[in-house]
């Protein structure tokens, strides 16, 4: 029976989880999967990326924390799942070999008003390495109350199909994602002075199979409702439901094949390409439905804005609006994110 209820995290209390050691193999085997850039897979390609050397993906470092929080308290509470987080930032890279503990804040603690057998708890995460963070992580976890009854489940649609795909049995399997326009004819943009804001990409859809659901969960996310039917029957989301973090890494895997597209068409057209650096943070994401087993979900990203970089002349900041929408036509996920982009062509 788990142990920790809402009424366990008091507002002011630290505690902290791990530590584990991040290998190579595992930073490029997640890259592979999810994040296939330059800096993510090989120290080589790493060396000519703005980054210099190789690094983990900060989505890595995001399900890495999320590993750590479920096995140093959320597989051992009345744990309801999480709306969304406020704000993610990456403070500094993660290098292969080194260690990654947790560091949590309990902020603020707030009961339900309108479900009085739950409350939402506010926390401080940090990803730490030799004492220093390198991640911060602002977001409300629902946790059941003590000595309430339980909360109900949601109902399953019945249009809701369990779609398998069998050898899907590690991070970096899984379906692939059908492209829904393909964009080599576009002009695109090259430098940072060449985006448009404004400017909306279709970059694909993927369907999120059983098989992979339960593949993301035991290595980034084991909470029952990602790893089972049966665990998630009696859960708050009735059935079979992939981790925001899997629904996020999906994003981020088809974003990062359609720059490869950009920067394989300018290069063709035009003898070189405007480099990406990383990103230094998210704000605003929210999951705002679950993406369950045999849902098709379809990504698009917005341009909202730009800026220069005054920490790096030669560079610039854009920022963009990502959403996630599934076969309803129902927005399941959507975050603000921004990536440095270099002005002019190598």
């Known amino acids: 029976m788990p142990r920790l209820h809402f009424e366990d995290f008091a507002p002011g209390s630290v505690a902290e989880y791990g530590p584990r050691v991040v290998t190579r193999d595992e930073m490029v085997a997640f890259a592979r999967a999810f994040d296939p850039q330059p800096m993510h897979l090989d120290e080589t390609s790493a060396a000519g990326s703005m980054a210099g050397t190789l690094i983990a993906s900060g989505w890595h470092?995001?399900?890495?924390?999320?590993?750590?929080?479920?096995d140093g308290f959320l597989n051992d509470a009345v744990s309801l799942g999480a709306p969304g987080?406020?704000?993610?930032?990456?403070?500094?890279?993660?290098?292969?070999?080194?260690?990654?503990?947790?560091?949590?804040?309990?902020?603020e603690a707030k009961?339900?008003?309108?479900?009085?057998?739950?409350?939402?708890?506010?926390?401080?995460?940090?990803?730490?390495?030799a004492g220093e963070p390198i991640m911060t992580q602002t977001n409300w976890i629902m946790f059941g109350r003590r000595d309430a009854p339980p909360a109900g489940t949601r109902p399953a649609r019945p249009a809701d199909r369990v779609q398998a795909a069998p050898g899907a049995d590690s991070v970096d399997r899984g379906s692939q994602p059908r492209a829904v326009r393909d964009d080599s004819d576009r002009p695109g943009a090259t430098g940072f002075d060449d985006v448009l804001v404004g400017e909306t990409m279709d970059l694909g859809e993927h369907i999120f199979t059983a098989e992979e659901i339960v593949a993301f969960a035991r290595d980034f996310d084991p909470q029952p409702f990602h790893l089972s039917e049966e665990g998630a029957r009696t859960g708050p989301f009735g059935r079979l439901c992939a981790s925001g973090w899997h629904t996020a890494a999906t994003w981020m895997r088809l974003m990062a094949q359609a720059r490869a597209r950009r920067i394989e068409r300018e290069t063709a057209e035009h003898g070189g390409a405007a480099?990406?650096?990383?990103?230094?943070?998210?704000?605003?994401?929210?999951?705002?439905?679950?993406?369950?087993?045999?849902?098709?979900?379809?990504?698009?990203?917005?341009?909202?804005?730009?800026?220069?970089s005054t920490s790096r002349p030669g560079w610039g900041l854009v920022f963009h609006r990502n959403e996630g929408v599934n076969q309803h036509g129902e927005t399941v996920f959507g975050f603000d994110g921004c990536v440095f982009w270099e002005r002019s062509r190598a």
């Not at 943070?281 to 979900?297: E, F, H, K, M, S």
């Open 111 to 129: 009961p339900s008003r309108s479900r009085p057998e739950r409350g939402s708890v506010l926390f401080r995460l940090e990803i730490v390495v």
């Open 61 to 70: 470092t995001c399900a890495l924390g999320m590993r750590l929080i479920a």
């Open 275 to 308: 480099r990406l650096g990383p990103s230094p943070g998210v704000r605003n994401l929210v999951w705002r439905r679950p993406v369950y087993a045999g849902d098709t979900i379809r990504y698009r990203s917005r341009i909202t804005g730009k800026r220069g």
């Open 85 to 107: 987080v406020e704000e993610v930032r990456w403070l500094k890279p993660l290098h292969p070999g080194e260690a990654v503990s947790l560091r949590r804040h309990v902020i």
